[in-house]
Structures are given as C-alpha cells and as structure tokens.
C-alpha cells in the first residue's frame, strides 16, 4: 500500500490532540469524523466531549473555555462551518480568540485538491478561510498530523484561529 492510499487513523489525531493540550471537543453529530475520531474522544477519559445542537454554539463556549486557560478543538463538518460563518467571523477572527477548528471534509474526492471538488460547499472552504485569515492545515495522512500540536500551541500563543481541514474519513482500529 502506498502512502496515498494508507488511511487517516483516529489515534493519530487523537494523539496530536492531546499534544496540544486539548482539554475539551465541542462538536455536534458528524458522519465524516464519527467512527474513527468521535467515538474514541466520546470514551477517552483525557478529553472532555461537550456535544451541541448547533455548530455556532461551539464558537461562544470555546472563547468562554479560553478564558479559563482551558484549551478547547471544534470539531465540525464543512456544511457546519459554513453554517457557523457568522459566529466564527465575530468570535474568531473579529475578536482574536485562539479558536481550534477540526472540519470535515465529508464527500471530497480522495485525489482532487478540495478547491477542485465536485462538491461545491468542499471547493470554497479555503477560499472562505483565505478571505477570513484564518490560516488552515490539509490533514490527509498519519504523517501531517505532527502539524496539529504546533499550530494550536500557536493559536493559543497569539490568539488567533486555526482551522484543520480533515480530507480523508479518519479509521480507528
């Protein structure tokens, strides 16, 4: 099996996740992420799983988390983050808040970049975060989750919004 083609495992971005020093996961239902990460964090007894009716609710309870020095990941679908535009432009990005975004990529085509997609909500997720400022890491393979832990340390540090495009439905052994 080439690297391509190896699958995104849960554990590794779990793993990360905790490098970082996440205490919470906020997240709503999300088929793209559920079996191989939101089920292991569900039972982890490390993080703590808020889960939420609506996606823009995880931007007010993340702020108030970092407040507290308590370090908190969204973890969401792209359709969410698109529903949650306005709360993460104000939250976010207005307010400088270290806001952790995880996002679904749910339906994008393994080998297309998501600004190729067939899927137009995948095509104008960076775009959407280029406009926004919100810098953003491609999570694909084992090996780009050594990027997670650095940049919400980063995030934290400077308080600023980072975003983690999953591109690949993650698989828990």
């Not at 308590?70 to 679908?77: F, M, N, P």
């Not at 190729?116 to 959407?128: A, C, D, H, M, Y």
């Amino acid at each position: 099996m080439n690297e391509a083609e190896a699958p995104l495992r849960g554990e590794a971005i779990i793993g990360a996740i905790k490098q970082a020093r996440v205490d919470y996961v906020l997240s709503v239902p999300d088929l793209h992420t559920s079996q191989g990460l939101l089920k292991p964090i569900a039972s982890d007894p490390d993080l703590k799983l808020i889960r939420v009716c609506k996606e823009d609710e995880t931007l007010g309870i993340s702020a108030g988390l970092s407040y507290g020095d308590k370090r908190a990941l969204i973890l969401i679908q792209y359709t969410g983050f698109l529903y949650a535009m306005n709360a993460i432009r104000a939250m976010a990005c207005q307010n400088s808040m270290p806001i952790c975004l995880m996002i679904g990529l749910l339906g994008k085509e393994p080998d297309t970049p998501s600004r190729e997609s067939g899927r137009f909500g995948v095509r104008i997720i960076e775009p959407l975060l280029d406009v926004m400022g919100i810098a953003y890491h491609r999570i694909a393979r084992d090996a780009d989750t050594d990027l997670i832990a650095p940049a919400i340390d980063e995030a934290y540090a400077i308080r600023k919004p980072i975003a983690f495009l999953i591109e690949r439905r993650p698989v828990h052994a």
